[in-house]
């Protein structure tokens, strides 16, 4: 692998514990180094680059709406937020959309959504059931939410909230909830890919 940085000193925060190569050029599957070496970008970011790198179309609209309007709050109507909540809807037959800047922040508005529906219901301790290695995110909630003990560790996770099963295991979703627990959620990555690469052995076809 190519080491194309030069600096041994970096003022980004280690959260990360990146590889020492940098890419300065994407083209479709393709990743490039300084050196102009190919890379076959198997990792789509982290599944965020679904498209690939730079294809014509997508980069026209980005530069046409780069130059015609930035941004707006949501304090405002956004036609375009709308017409791709329309789009999302008519595909999963689900009424609205939550649009969000990541993915741990997608999952901390579904905890919170259901922790709300808990309250309205008087719940005492709403719980939500997730699975053991799974990774969810990185912020309190979806941290708590993560099992690998290397994301968690020194942030007083909220553990109370979740009950943690076997991946794959539909008997232990089940009879997850003591009889006096009132549960809200069940929080599930089809694949998880965290700590190794695991489909579940069950298919959760009735969930
Ligand atoms: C399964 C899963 N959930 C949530 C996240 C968090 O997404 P983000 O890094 O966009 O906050 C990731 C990120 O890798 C993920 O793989």
């Avoid at 490039?32 to 070496?37: G, L, V």
């Avoid at 679904?50 to 130059?67: D, F, M, R, W």
């Avoid at 959504?113 to 939500?128: C, E, N, S, T, W």
């Amino acid at each position: 692998m190519t080491t194309d940085s030069a600096k041994t000193h970096s003022h980004i925060m280690p959260t990360y514990a990146p590889q020492p190569i940098s890419f300065v050029k994407g083209q479709g599957s393709w990743l490039y180094s300084k050196d102009n070496t190919a890379y076959l970008e198997a990792l789509t970011g982290i599944a965020d680059c679904g498209l690939g790198h730079c294809h014509p179309k997508v980069s026209e609209a980005i530069c046409e709406q780069a130059q015609t309007l930035v941004h707006t709050s949501n304090l405002f109507r956004i036609d375009w937020q709308e017409r791709a909540a329309d789009v999302l809807c008519a595909a999963a037959n689900m009424d609205s959309v939550f649009f969000a800047n990541s993915g741990a922040e997608a999952n901390e508005a579904a905890l919170k959504m259901a922790r709300l529906y808990g309250h309205r219901k008087d719940y005492k301790q709403p719980k939500v059931i997730v699975m053991e290695k799974s990774f969810h995110g990185r912020t309190l909630l979806t941290v708590s939410a993560t099992a690998n003990p290397k994301a968690r560790e020194g942030f007083f996770t909220l553990d109370d909230d979740f009950i943690r099963v076997p991946f794959g295991d539909i008997q232990a979703i089940e009879t997850a909830l003591p009889q006096h627990e009132e549960g809200v959620a069940i929080l599930l990555e089809p694949i998880q890919g965290d700590v190794g690469l695991n489909t579940a052995k069950n298919r959760f076809t009735y969930l």
